[in-house]
């Protein structure tokens, strides 16, 4: 919850509660606005927040709350655990539904059976009506509570639709169980309706869990960014360790970081060394050496040394707060999820209820003697065939077959709105590190005065005691050699150089050129030009030497994947311009850029420059899907219209992402955009159809061909028809699933 005050305004944002369309956030929008002492609101609807600027003296959270409640939605205004309390006001939401129709499915099917099979047999009536009753007002309540609430502020929604329809086909079912007479004095039958009014709950149930299954499912990537930053420190009080809460540490404190610690929050370094690993920061997997005076940060993880830092910035001031602050930002700045069927909703529930009741008086009106039964039977057979059954699943039924699609192919795709933006994707943002490359430094190349194994054993004894994150790359380059075990007799580490060791009364060196040049060890010109080459290529070059001589150079560099090349060729064939952004030096990332044939690249990026860059582009009018795997990228992937995670990146990339490739080949990338395309074509002939029926059927309904032909709609089948409307659009869904990506 944030909270910015600016003469005596205060600007609230808390999570909202029972929304289940895009109609609900509009009203919750309203009824925000119109509270007395609110000067303005908006409504997220797909982070299911609510931003509102009051005057404090005027209207409380409180107020808010309550004004909320009173239209059927609530907020969670208390300012402890909020995620914690909104994941369990969605869990609680999700299983009152899976309760809902997992109940109306089992009570309908008898009811449905009675209802075609058995509709003249009377004691059938009497088995539906109370089958009907508790399907409707238990696991369909919520439909006439919302209706109601909705009607007492002069709204309508969905739920308004639907208990409207099944509300007054019940209630003439009811009448005509008890009162069949009043018809069949009227030369009519005394129809019940009970199957159709059941089965209109059942479906629409069934489209509400498939959008729940998906709200249910998405992690918080906040709630893991906070769980970045430990909940207890060590700090220094007159040389004594003290371990307190980290909402306890001031500006100032002296902070002991041991091996492997988490590093609280951010300050100078005072005493010791280490590495610390900054690529959730950074991206670069590559450790940083930390020495006194030089800057740590709060997440990072410490490696194998120890140190003290002087807190300089805590709470929110640190980097990894501001970082959290900026994905909630991002996350709440996107326009909220408008699903087509959503924004039509708003017009076409009064519509429908406007043409029900228009058919009921044309029937008063150039009807026969019969006007009154056959007017009320007609605008009941509109609101039954307009029931939006049809548009209520025609998104999640084409969205959850796109998703099974995608997890075949090993993508994770967390909801709608990406797939729908990820085929209108015209620009395309790669992170180097982890994405395009592997993400982890490896010996590339090796270059030897005299290639021995008995040098290999000692570089090997050497670099296993060494604590340089590059050690390890030497170790894994030649742990296959099966080589013979050395004896090393002395160890020293050269802060910013390398390290020094002795085997066999022979001193020998592992490091960089400042190390060998203080040395006085001579290199050879061609070594010099070998090594020029492989820095121009990218990589970092490690010298082993004895006092003498150089023995060898290493080429260590992040790996490009094996199909990043031909990737990145097919997004470009799709007519999507790719841009390579990165934290790593220039001379770096051209090089993987040439390779690659990236023409865009941004290099030396701090996270923040990432997220900036993303919305200069989308200030130009592109829209633009980025691709990530470090917490550096969450703040750009939050950012982006299509934000898309490796599938071996960390776990806040991944939230953040609307889509995740699961593993790290990059020929998915192509496939996703895809499958985008295939989803939303889907979608939109689902929704042609579902209009397209209750552009038919609600004329047919009203009893538009009744002057010409005698042809009069039975309420019976119309709730067949909508039905069939229902599973006609889940049939077209699921030809997704035989289409190849």
Same mark, same amino acid.
């Given at each position: 919850?944030?909270?910015?005050?600016?003469?005596?305004? $205060?600007?609230?944002? @808390?999570?909202?509660?029972?929304?289940?369309?895009?109609?609900?956030?509009?009203?919750?929008?309203?009824?925000?606005?119109?509270?007395?002492?609110?000067?303005?609101?908006? $409504?997220?609807?797909?982070?299911?927040?609510?931003?509102?600027?009051?005057?404090?003296?005027?209207?409380?959270?409180?107020?808010?709350?309550?004004?909320?409640?009173?239209?059927?939605?609530?907020?969670?205004?208390?300012?402890?655990? /909020?995620?914690?309390?909104?994941?369990?006001?969605?869990?609680?939401?999700?299983?009152?539904?899976?309760?809902?129709?997992?109940?109306?499915?089992?009570?309908?099917?008898?009811?449905?059976?009675?209802?075609?099979?058995?509709?003249?047999?009377?004691?059938?009536?009497?088995?539906? *009506?109370?089958?009907?009753?508790?399907?409707?007002?238990?696991?369909?309540?919520?439909?006439?509570?919302?209706?109601?609430?909705?009607?007492?502020?002069?709204?309508?929604?969905?739920?308004?639709?639907?208990?409207?329809?099944?509300?007054?086909?019940?209630?003439?079912?009811?009448?005509?169980?008890?009162?069949?007479?009043?018809?069949?004095?009227?030369?009519?039958?005394?129809?019940?309706?009970?199957?159709?009014?059941?089965?209109?709950?059942? @479906?629409?149930? *069934?489209?509400?869990?498939?959008?729940?299954?998906?709200?249910?499912?998405?992690?918080?990537?906040?709630?893991?960014?906070?769980?970045?930053?430990?909940?207890?420190?060590?700090?220094?009080?007159?040389?004594?360790?003290?371990?307190?809460?980290?909402?306890?540490?001031?500006?100032?404190?002296?902070?002991?970081?041991?091996?492997?610690?988490?590093? &609280?929050?951010?300050?100078?370094?005072?005493?010791?060394?280490?590495?610390?690993?900054?690529?959730?920061?950074?991206?670069? &997997? $590559?450790?940083?050496?930390?020495?006194?005076?030089?800057? /740590?940060?709060?997440?990072?993880?410490?490696?194998?040394?120890?140190?003290?830092?002087?807190?300089?910035?805590?709470?929110?001031?640190?980097?990894?707060?501001?970082? !959290?602050?900026?994905?909630?930002?991002?996350?709440?700045?996107?326009?909220?999820?408008?699903?087509?069927?959503?924004?039509?909703?708003?017009?076409?529930?009064?519509?429908?209820?406007?043409?029900?009741?228009?058919?009921?008086?044309?029937?008063?009106? @150039?009807?026969?003697?019969?006007?009154?039964?056959?007017?009320?039977?007609?605008?009941?057979?509109?609101?039954?065939?307009?029931?939006?059954?049809?548009?209520?699943?025609?998104?999640?039924?084409?969205?959850?077959?796109?998703?099974?699609?995608?997890?075949?192919?090993?993508?994770?795709?967390?909801?709608?709105?990406?797939?729908?933006?990820?085929?209108?994707?015209?620009?395309?943002?790669?992170?180097?590190?982890?994405?395009?490359?592997?993400?982890?430094?490896?010996?590339?190349?090796?270059?030897?005065?005299?290639?021995?194994?008995?040098?290999?054993?000692?570089?090997?004894?050497?670099?296993?005691?060494?604590?340089?994150?590059?050690?390890?790359?030497?170790?894994?380059?030649?742990?296959?050699?099966?080589?013979?075990?050395?004896?090393?007799?002395?160890?020293?580490?050269?802060?910013?150089?390398? /390290?020094?060791?002795?085997?066999?009364?022979?001193?020998?060196?592992?490091?960089?050129?400042?190390? !060998?040049?203080?040395?006085?060890?001579?290199?050879?010109?061609?070594?010099?030009?070998?090594?020029?080459?492989?820095?121009?290529?990218?990589?970092?070059?490690?010298?082993?030497?004895?006092?003498?001589?150089?023995?060898?150079?290493?080429?260590?560099?992040?790996? !490009?994947?094996?199909?990043?090349?031909?990737?990145?060729?097919?997004?470009?064939?799709?007519?999507?311009?790719?841009?390579?952004?990165?934290?790593?030096?220039?001379?770096?990332?051209?090089?993987?850029?040439?390779?690659?044939?990236?023409?865009?690249?941004?290099?030396?990026?701090?996270?923040?420059?990432?997220?900036?860059?993303?919305?200069?582009?989308?200030?130009?009018?592109?829209?633009?899907?980025?691709?990530?795997?470090?917490?550096?990228?969450?703040?750009?992937?939050?950012?982006?219209?299509?934000?898309?995670?490796?599938?071996?990146?960390?776990?806040?990339?991944?939230?953040?992402?609307?889509?995740?490739?699961?593993?790290?080949?990059?020929?998915?990338?192509?496939?996703?955009?895809?499958?985008?395309?295939?989803?939303?074509?889907?979608?939109?002939?689902?929704?042609?159809?579902?209009?397209?029926?209750?552009?038919?059927?609600?004329?047919?309904?009203?009893?538009?061909?009744?002057?010409?032909?005698?042809?009069?709609?039975?309420?019976?089948?119309?709730?067949?028809?909508?039905?069939?409307?229902?599973?006609?659009?889940?049939?077209?869904?699921?030809?997704?699933?035989?289409?190849?990506?």
């Amino acid at each position: 919850m944030s909270d910015k005050v600016e003469s005596g305004i $205060v600007k609230k944002t @808390f999570p909202i509660t029972g929304m289940s369309c895009a109609a609900c956030a509009s009203s919750v929008g309203a009824t925000l606005k119109s509270t007395k002492g609110v000067q303005d609101a908006d $409504v997220n609807f797909a982070t299911h927040t609510a931003w509102a600027t009051f005057n404090p003296d005027e209207v409380s959270l409180e107020d808010l709350k309550m004004a909320l409640q009173g239209v059927g939605y609530d907020a969670i205004i208390e300012e402890e655990n /909020v995620a914690e309390k909104q994941e369990e006001a969605q869990m609680a939401q999700f299983l009152k539904i899976r309760k809902s129709l997992i109940g109306s499915a089992i009570l309908s099917i008898p009811v449905f059976i009675i209802g075609m099979f058995f509709m003249d047999w009377e004691v059938g009536h009497y088995i539906s *009506l109370p089958l009907s009753a508790i399907v409707l007002f238990y696991f369909g309540g919520h439909f006439f509570t919302g209706a109601w609430k909705q009607a007492n502020n002069g709204k309508a929604n969905m739920d308004t639709l639907v208990a409207l329809s099944t509300g007054i086909a019940f209630l003439l079912s009811v009448f005509n169980t008890f009162y069949p007479e009043f018809w069949l004095q009227r030369g009519l039958e005394a129809h019940v309706y009970y199957e159709a009014a059941v089965v209109i709950i059942t @479906f629409i149930s *069934l489209g509400k869990y498939l959008e729940e299954k998906a709200k249910t499912n998405t992690s918080s990537a906040l709630k893991k960014l906070i769980g970045l930053q430990p909940k207890t420190l060590i700090v220094l009080v007159n040389g004594k360790e003290e371990e307190i809460p980290i909402n306890a540490v001031k500006e100032g404190f002296e902070i002991l970081v041991k091996p492997g610690d988490k590093i &609280p929050v951010d300050g100078l370094v005072v005493s010791g060394d280490s590495y610390v690993n900054e690529s959730m920061i950074t991206g670069e &997997p $590559v450790p940083v050496q930390k020495i006194e005076g030089t800057k /740590v940060f709060a997440g990072t993880i410490n490696q194998k040394g120890s140190f003290s830092f002087k807190a300089e910035k805590v709470g929110g001031d640190t980097l990894l707060a501001s970082i !959290i602050e900026r994905v909630k930002e991002a996350q709440g700045s996107k326009a909220p999820v408008q699903k087509l069927v959503d924004k039509i909703a708003g017009i076409f529930v009064p519509v429908v209820i406007g043409i029900a009741i228009l058919t009921f008086i044309l029937w008063q009106i @150039f009807g026969d003697d019969n006007a009154l039964t056959q007017g009320m039977l007609s605008a009941i057979t509109v609101l039954v065939i307009a029931c939006p059954c049809a548009l209520g699943l025609a998104t999640p039924t084409a969205i959850m077959v796109g998703v099974g699609k995608g997890a075949e192919n090993n993508m994770l795709i967390r909801d709608a709105e990406s797939l729908e933006k990820a085929y209108q994707a015209d620009t395309i943002i790669l992170d180097k590190t982890g994405t395009i490359t592997e993400g982890q430094p490896s010996v590339v190349n090796q270059h030897w005065l005299l290639e021995d194994d008995k040098l290999k054993s000692i570089l090997c004894e050497i670099e296993a005691k060494s604590e340089h994150p590059l050690a390890d790359a030497v170790l894994n380059k030649f742990k296959s050699d099966n080589l013979s075990d050395v004896q090393i007799d002395s160890f020293e580490s050269i802060t910013g150089r390398g /390290v020094k060791a002795k085997s066999e009364e022979l001193n020998y060196f592992v490091g960089n050129i400042a190390l !060998i040049r203080a040395q006085r060890i001579v290199v050879e010109a061609e070594m010099l030009k070998v090594a020029d080459e492989w820095e121009t290529d990218g990589q970092t070059v490690i010298y082993f030497a004895d006092e003498h001589h150089i023995l060898a150079i290493l080429g260590i560099a992040d790996k !490009i994947k094996e199909f990043a090349e031909i990737s990145i060729l097919q997004l470009q064939d799709r007519g999507m311009e790719v841009y390579m952004l990165t934290g790593d030096a220039e001379k770096t990332a051209m090089a993987v850029a040439n390779a690659v044939g990236i023409k865009h690249v941004k290099a030396n990026l701090m996270p923040a420059d990432k997220s900036n860059f993303v919305k200069e582009l989308q200030a130009k009018g592109k829209v633009v899907a980025m691709v990530g795997d470090g917490i550096n990228d969450s703040e750009a992937l939050a950012q982006a219209d299509v934000s898309i995670a490796m599938g071996k990146g960390s776990d806040i990339a991944i939230d953040v992402a609307k889509m995740t490739l699961i593993g790290s080949d990059l020929q998915n990338l192509p496939k996703a955009f895809h499958l985008s395309q295939l989803t939303i074509r889907g979608i939109k002939q689902n929704l042609f159809w579902a209009f397209i029926y209750n552009i038919i059927g609600i004329p047919l309904a009203a009893g538009l061909l009744y002057p010409f032909t005698g042809f009069l709609l039975n309420p019976m089948i119309a709730g067949a028809a909508m039905a069939f409307s229902s599973v006609s659009v889940v049939l077209n869904s699921l030809r997704l699933k035989s289409m190849k990506l």
